[in-house]
């Protein structure tokens, strides 16, 4: 009898031991559980607030379309008329040279003040591009550039037209009358101008 009650107590013991500690392993499992289920959850909704677009009011300023319109006179049109007004006054020079070297007032002549406005025009051209295009002459680019090009042809016409100025009235006060041999430069700075003109139309 007592065997048989010492085994009942023991069961009842274990039972006791055994009953407890899997209560509270299943309560751990739910609690695992519910905080794995919880730590998905804030996975998902962090992973949903990741790939959410953007999304942003964009203000665009009222300006006034008269802000993008270009001026009816830029610095680039002075560079071009003066350039091509030396041209046509380096031409002019050419076509009034006939009887100007025996005219004993050559200065009051149209060759005369064609030419010397030929190369006053020009050299106005030339300080306008460099104030107006000066970021676009680099002598790194090489001199066969066309920007770099431009720039050379042009100041060499300014300076054939000037010297072709310079000889025949140098001449015309020492001789009383110019050789032909100033037309040499205007030609030489004629030339260099109408190609430095064509390159950059």
Request: aromatic share 8%; proline share 3%.
């Amino acid at each position: 009898m007592f065997r048989i009650v010492r085994h009942l107590m023991m069961m009842l013991l274990l039972l006791g031991i055994t009953m407890p500690a899997q209560a509270e392993e299943t309560n751990h499992d739910i609690m695992f559980t519910d905080l794995n289920l919880n730590v998905e959850l804030l996975d998902s909704s962090l992973w949903v607030a990741d790939n959410r677009q953007p999304t942003s009011t964009t203000v665009v300023p009222n300006i006034p379309d008269s802000a993008f319109k270009k001026p009816m006179f830029t610095e680039n049109d002075l560079h071009m008329y003066l350039g091509l007004a030396s041209m046509a006054l380096g031409v002019l020079t050419a076509v009034s040279a006939d009887g100007a070297s025996g005219d004993p007032d050559l200065l009051n002549t149209v060759h005369y003040k064609a030419s010397k406005g030929a190369w006053q025009l020009g050299a106005a051209a030339v300080g306008t591009g460099l104030w107006a295009h000066w970021d676009d002459f680099h002598l790194e680019d090489g001199l066969l550039d066309r920007d770099n090009l431009h720039v050379i042809l042009g100041t060499l016409g300014v300076i054939g037209y000037y010297l072709a100025v310079k000889d025949a009235v140098d001449e015309y006060n020492s001789l009383g009358f110019p050789s032909e041999d100033h037309s040499n430069a205007g030609m030489l700075g004629g030339a260099a101008m109408l190609t430095a003109i064509v390159i950059t139309w």
